[in-house]
């Protein structure tokens, strides 16, 4: 019920100010005239279905992620059923990532090995590896439902190389050796990249500008080197 009811407040919030956008751009090229009755139901209907599509694309991507999670746990939990049983464990999908513990992580990071887990792991809430400057790669692909705080870790070369998802933020200041952005990216809020030298005049992927995880989602901030203020972005 809390989901459906701030689903509900967003989708209000984003067509009340798409009505408002219109109306302000009618009155700042018609010399402040009213666009009237006809004019204003026409832009609130479209500012419906405008917001509407919109809250349908990035909903549809924030369940995806969902999806992964339950498929994943699912699984894991088939193979240890197998395993009390007696029976030769099963093995996941190689593109179904395995959710562990940060603990797991971690080690697994310290070793700069996460050939364990299949180089695909989920991480079932925030992931702060600030405290770990040594760490030198991150696994193949890494979905994060929380944030993911990477500040400090100086000798990090690249991000996840085939795909990052990250429910929350991404924070990787002073990342003084990331050198590129994972090209299959989405994150769900703010971004920052601060005092990272060698991302200085890097172009952000596509889709970090377009897409977010999660309906409810302020406008993003975004931090770069080659921004000399914040890119704040839809």
């Known amino acids: 019920m809390t989901v459906n009811c701030r689903r509900g407040e967003s989708m209000k919030s984003q067509v009340t100010n798409k009505y408002q956008q219109q109306i302000e751009l009618f009155r700042s090229t ?30 549809g991507a924030r369940n995806s992620l969902l999806k992964v999670k339950e498929r994943s746990i ?31 992580f971690k080690q697994a990071a310290t070793m700069g090995d996460y050939s364990k887990y299949g180089e695909n792991v989920l991480i079932d809430g925030d992931l702060d590896l600030s405290g770990m400057p040594n760490i030198k790669k ?13 500040t400090g870790c100086k000798y990090l070369e690249s991000l996840p190389e085939k795909k990052l998802r990250v429910t929350g933020s991404l924070v990787a200041d002073k990342c003084r050796q990331l050198n590129s952005i ?10 920052s990249f601060r005092q990272c030298p060698l991302l200085d005049s890097y172009r952000l992927p596509d889709m970090l500008r377009t897409m977010r995880y999660r309906a ?19």
Do not use: W
């Open 138 to 150: 991150l696994p193949k692909s890494l979905y994060v439902d929380g944030n993911l705080n990477l």
């Open 74 to 104: 699912q699984l894991q939990e088939h193979i240890k059923a197998q395993v009390s049983t007696g029976q030769s464990r099963g093995s996941l999908s190689r593109n179904t990532p395995q959710t562990i513990s940060l603990d797991e």
């Open 30 to 59: 018609h010399y402040g005239r009213d666009p009237g009755r006809v004019r204003r139901m026409g832009y609130l209907i479209k500012a419906m279905f405008v917001t509407e599509k919109s809250l349908k694309h990035v909903d």
């Open 182 to 191: 994972t090209r299959d990216i989405q994150v769900g809020e703010d971004l």
């Open 216 to 234: 409810d989602s302020k406008p993003r901030h975004i931090y770069l080197p080659l921004c000399q203020h914040s890119c704040r972005l839809s």
